[in-house]
């Protein structure tokens, strides 16, 4: 690995390591899912923050791709995340992101997410999501 791969690596680390620190937000946690959920597409990782029909989702698409791995030699598509809207009611909160898309050598697109969260025993977990 040259320099400029080691440096870009210790970059990346740095920077998850610092998005674990707000998982213990509502916001926080609902973007520590959406980072390892749609931006790393590191499935098993985002199930540690999710419980009821958001854990089921997850299990349903851990079930279905078994057998693809998802490697640092995968081509993924480049994911960016903005917070249009946060809602809250009966002590759940709801954020709406905008994800842009954008596969390599492809255009780009655009999907709406709205993200559930509510306070576990375990903290803040993300209860379901839906794409829209």
Not at 90 to 97: E, L, M, S
Not at 105 to 114: H, I, M, P, V, Y
């Amino acid at each position: 690995m040259t320099r400029r791969g080691v440096l870009c690596a210790a970059l990346l680390l740095a920077c998850v390591g610092c998005k674990r620190d707000g998982d213990a937000t509502p916001r926080g946690v609902a973007e520590v899912f959406l980072d390892w959920h749609y931006v790393e597409i590191d499935l098993p990782r985002s199930r540690e923050f999710t419980v009821g029909l958001a854990r089921s989702k997850v299990d349903e698409q851990i079930r279905l791709t078994s057998g693809f791995a998802i490697d640092a030699g995968t081509r993924k598509p480049r994911v960016y995340y903005k917070l249009l809207e946060r809602r809250e009611a009966g002590g759940r909160i709801a954020f709406v992101y905008r994800l842009t898309i954008r596969p390599e050598d492809a255009g780009e697109f655009s999907r709406r997410l709205l993200i559930r969260v509510r306070e576990e025993e375990s903290g803040w977990r993300v209860s379901n999501y839906v794409e829209y």
